[in-house]
């Protein structure tokens, strides 16, 4: 049987990144006895001595592993869930989260089809007895609330038709409005209706124009951290946007509203985009995501990501 020295590796790398390594919890602190439960809590990181002489759980680590044992069950909740119902739960809970998980429900209207929004929009109806555009209304402030309402009101044509003429002039519009130093482009009524009501291969082909006559892509030009920027990803570049969001989960030191994107993506994509965002993760960072989940993430929660993103192979 390995040392304690070598227990203590063991417990510390399982407590260690994304989820829990169960197994080895199970193999270690199952054959543990009073004695070597007691030197584990001297060793691990997650234990400080109270003034009364025995080590205590210290509250924010209790927290975190509390978040990291969830996140597998989560990641099976999402899963089985029909996909209106997790959309609308998803958009719930951004709500509740505040303005640094709003992005979450500009992924939703942005990334699905007219169909699968009108069904999150029943979904929601059906489980909070209101609408999101109500919800939307009396939580979010600011110019960003008629953004959002209107993105997740919107049922936008999905053909293959674009008028060029119309989506240069409307590209032109858009620099103007990013331009224009004396407002956020945001608060532009011409913008908010472009992003609302366009369908996003006109969206599209106005992101390939607005460079041409700007000179810099929207990606350079919006703020890093908007909401406008998010909306404009998510409905011309989702593979981008996503393998981004990606690789910002996998982050040691990112915040937890950041890791849960891990879950988000590979569960809501993997019956959609997942094998292109695949492809733009390895094109941009030049690893396999599958290899970056396998070295940062633990436990059944690693499996289970490991075999979603198999299904696509």
Request: hydrophobic share 35%.
């Amino acid at each position: 049987m390995a040392n304690t020295e070598e227990q203590l590796e063991a417990l510390t790398s399982a407590f260690s990144g994304l989820g829990v390594d169960e197994k080895i919890l199970i193999s270690v602190l199952g054959k543990a006895n009073a004695d070597d439960r007691k030197s584990y809590r001297k060793g691990i990181q997650f234990f400080a001595e109270d003034d009364r002489s025995f080590e205590k759980w210290e509250d924010d680590h209790v927290q975190q592993l509390e978040r990291e044992f969830s996140r597998f069950k989560n990641a099976m909740v999402y899963w089985t869930m029909h996909p209106w119902e997790r959309d609308a739960r998803m958009a719930k809970n951004a709500l509740l989260k505040g303005a640094q998980s709003y992005n979450v429900i500009a992924e939703i209207a942005c990334t699905r089809s007219s169909e699968e929004l009108l069904g999150a929009r029943k979904a929601y109806h059906s489980l909070y007895d209101h609408s999101i555009e109500e919800d939307l209304a009396v939580n979010v402030s600011g110019p960003e609330c008629k953004l959002l309402v209107a993105l997740v009101s919107a049922y936008r044509y999905e053909g293959s038709k674009v008028n060029e003429e119309t989506a240069k002039s409307e590209a032109k519009i858009f620099c103007n409005a990013v331009k224009d130093a004396s407002k956020n482009p945001v608060e532009d009524e011409e913008v908010i209706r472009i992003l609302t009501t366009r369908s996003k291969l006109h969206i599209s082909t106005l992101y390939k124009h607005y460079k041409e006559i700007c000179g810099n892509s929207m990606d350079e030009d919006l703020d890093k951290e908007s909401l406008l920027k998010v909306t404009v990803q998510c409905l011309s570049t989702p593979e981008a946007y996503f393998s981004k969001a990606l690789d910002d989960a996998l982050n040691g030191e990112a915040e937890e509203h950041t890791k849960d994107a891990l879950t988000r993506v590979i569960v809501t994509q993997a019956d959609a985009n997942l094998q292109k965002i695949t492809e733009e993760y390895h094109h941009k960072y030049r690893v396999n995501i599958s290899d970056k989940i396998d070295e940062e993430v633990n436990g059944n929660y690693k499996d289970f990501l490991l075999t979603v993103l198999a299904r696509g192979r």
